[in-house]
């Protein structure tokens, strides 16, 4: 699934930022990315220019969370997205502690302090949160 690129918008006046420097890390940010710069009820969006401050319960340290895209819609509301595999979104199964299920713990707890704060933070300014898995991608 990992495939840095750039990412070329048809309407860069769209883009919040610098739109000659957009980078995806999915094949499913570049779809939900040209989904948002070609619907017309999309304004403005941007990709992990929003920095959200959260908590590890892996290490206790600070540690910022790049939200995959903040998008503003002709109905003035504004979305925190996050693009995720459901397999992330669900505690790991399994009750063997092998190193992978260790591994698959360790992400989900992280993105859910991750998500816990986007939410919280999305909240204070009076905007939404949501996880957008290839469920909704319709992959």
Known sequence: M?????????FPQKYIGDASNI??????ETKF?????????ILKWSSEETI??????VDGKP????????????NNKTYLVEIK?????????GTRKTKR??????????????????????KARNWEFMVITEKELGL
């Open 63 to 74: 540690h910022r969370y790049f939200v995959d895209f903040k998008i503003h819609t002709v």
């Open 101 to 122: 299920y260790l591994e698959e713990a360790a992400t989900y707890l992280v993105n859910q302090a991750k998500w816990d704060s986007a939410k919280r933070f999305a």
């Open 2 to 10: 990992y495939h840095k690129r750039k990412y070329v918008p048809m």
């Open 33 to 41: 990315a040209i989904w948002c710069d070609r619907n017309p009820d």
């Open 52 to 57: 959200v401050p959260y908590i590890s319960p």
């Open 85 to 93: 595999p459901s397999s992330q979104t669900i505690p790991p199964k």
């Open 23 to 28: 980078i995806m890390r999915s094949s499913w």
